[in-house]
Every structure is written in structure tokens, then in C-alpha cells.
Nanobody, 125 residues
């Protein structure tokens, strides 16, 4: 059973930065090779933001955050560095891990079986 715990959310003004952290435990580099960040705003569907293959450290970022957000990893923690934040980035952000090995780490929520509780990010104009 993989356990994920997010932290680092908060309220910032547009143009500001935040770094989200996801502490992961009881995961395997082979089976749970994909880690990702998703977000969900009120009334909207969950959206994949960034993913990483923790075996090869390859990453993928959604077009909406490309050049502004960066996913990274240090030991058992996955980070999401968010710069140049916009009001439309306001959402609950979730960390996720794949429940089986994936050949390619994408941004589809169906590929991820473990989820954290989420951390709120609010960006004001």
C-alpha cells in the first residue's frame, strides 16, 4: 500500500511561486514507477499537470503549465515547483502514484491507483 502526503499549498498573488511536496512511502521503483501531480478546480474535471518516471527521471508536463511548473524528485519526495502562477491555476492539487508498472508515464488519471489527500492552491489576481 503506497502512502502519499502532500504539503506546500497556500494562497499567493498572481506571478508568485509555490513548491508542493509529496512524501511517498511503501512504494516500489518498479511497480509504482509513475508519480504525478493532478489538480481539480471546482466544477471542473481532474487535470493531469505533470508526471515523472521515477526509474528514469523522465518527465511530462501539461501544455497549460509548460515552462512554469517543474516536477522533480529527491529521495522519497516528489516536488512540483510552480512559478508565474495565474488565477486559473487555483485548484486542489493531488499527488498520485501508479498501482502497476507503466511503460510510459502520462497524465491520465486512470493510470494512477494511489492518491494523496490534496493540498489547496489559491492564486489571486
Amino acid at each position: 500500500q503506497v502512502h502519499l502526503r502532500e504539503s506546500g499549498g497556500g494562497s499567493v498573488r498572481a506571478g508568485g511561486s509555490l513548491r508542493l511536496s509529496c512524501a511517498a512511502s511503501s512504494y516500489g521503483y518498479y511497480t509504482n514507477n509513475c508519480m504525478a501531480w493532478f489538480r481539480q478546480a471546482p466544477g471542473k474535471e481532474r487535470e493531469g499537470v505533470a508526471s515523472m518516471d521515477i526509474s528514469y527521471l523522465t518527465t511530462r508536463h501539461a501544455d497549460s503549465v509548460q515552462g512554469r511548473f517543474t516536477i522533480s524528485k529527491d529521495k522519497n519526495t516528489v516536488f512540483l515547483q510552480m512559478n508565474s502562477l495565474k488565477p486559473e491555476d487555483t485548484a486542489m492539487y493531488y499527488c498520485a502514484a501508479s498501482s502497476s508498472r507503466q511503460p510510459v508515464c502520462g497524465l491520465e488519471s486512470a493510470s494512477f491507483g494511489y492518491w494523496g489527500q490534496g493540498t489547496q492552491v489559491t492564486v489571486s489576481s
